[in-house]
């Protein structure tokens, strides 16, 4: 199985930060891996398919890069309502375990 | 709009049974592989079980497997999720998401059923 990790487990930030969440893989899981946000309370919100493909209405200040086994999310400028916790998510393996990280609350 | 609606949850007992629904509007359902993903209170996000647009290709989370049964009715536009046997760490809200595309996430999600178990 595939495991995932993402450092830091939370972080404290303020509005206009740049923000970078790493999220890594216990092997090579190529460019298969998505972000995901979720607000309190609320259903997780798919921001980035296979590592840095930008979802449809999800601002650009969002970015995620990375290949193989370490991968990162980046806000460029930290908005109110991006203080969620954010979850990688491998989709690589086979059978599919469709893994996710632990998550990393970003909070004020 | 794309619509996922769940439904089903609620308070059973460790060892019953409880049969979740999904129904979805918005959107051509029978095109679209789907998924039900669970979150314990207070903890992270656990994918459980996987079904092809046409029912050809399960998956199970192996912590699941042999007690539960995903299903869909492409008529009816629902996706099911039969647990059996539960157990105490099967208490979480229970999402049903949809499928992007082959290993490019899940797209849309419900708002979520809580299900819990006492022991």
């Known amino acids: 199985d595939i495991q995932m990790t993402q450092s830091p487990s939370s972080l404290s930030a303020s509005v206009g930060d740049r923000v970078t969440i790493t999220c890594r893989a216990s092997?090579?899981?190529?460019?298969?891996l998505n972000w995901y946000q979720q607000n309190a309370g609320r259903a997780p919100k798919l921001l980035i398919s296979?590592?840095?493909s930008l979802q449809s209405g999800v601002p650009s200040r969002f970015s995620g890069s990375g290949s193989g086994t370490d991968f990162t999310l980046t806000i460029s400028s930290l908005q109110p309502e991006d203080f969620a916790t954010y979850y990688c998510?491998?989709?690589?393996?086979?059978?599919?375990?469709?893994?996710f990280g632990p998550g990393t609350k970003v909070d004020i | 709009e794309v619509q996922l609606v769940e439904s089903g949850g609620g308070l059973v007992q460790s060892g019953g049974s409880l049969r979740l629904s999904c129904a979805a509007s918005?959107?051509?359902?029978?095109?679209?592989?789907m998924h039900w993903v669970r979150q314990a209170p207070g903890k992270g996000l656990e994918w459980v079980s996987y079904?092809?647009?046409?029912?050809?290709?399960?998956y199970y989370a192996d912590s699941v497997k042999g007690r539960f049964t995903i299903s869909r009715d492409n008529a009816k536009n629902s996706l099911y999720l039969q647990m059996n046997s539960l157990r105490a760490d099967d208490t979480a809200v229970y999402y049903c998401?949809?499928?992007?595309?082959?290993?490019?996430?899940?797209?849309?999600w419900g708002q979520g059923t809580l299900v819990t178990v006492s022991s």
């Open positions: 918005g959107f051509s359902f029978r095109s679209y592989s």
């Open positions: 998510q491998e989709s690589y393996s086979s059978p599919p375990g469709f893994t």
């Open positions: 296979e590592a840095s």
């Open positions: 079904i092809s647009s046409g029912s050809d290709t399960i």
């Open positions: 092997r090579n899981i190529n460019s298969y």
């Open positions: 998401a949809r499928d992007l595309r082959v290993a490019q996430g899940f797209d849309y």
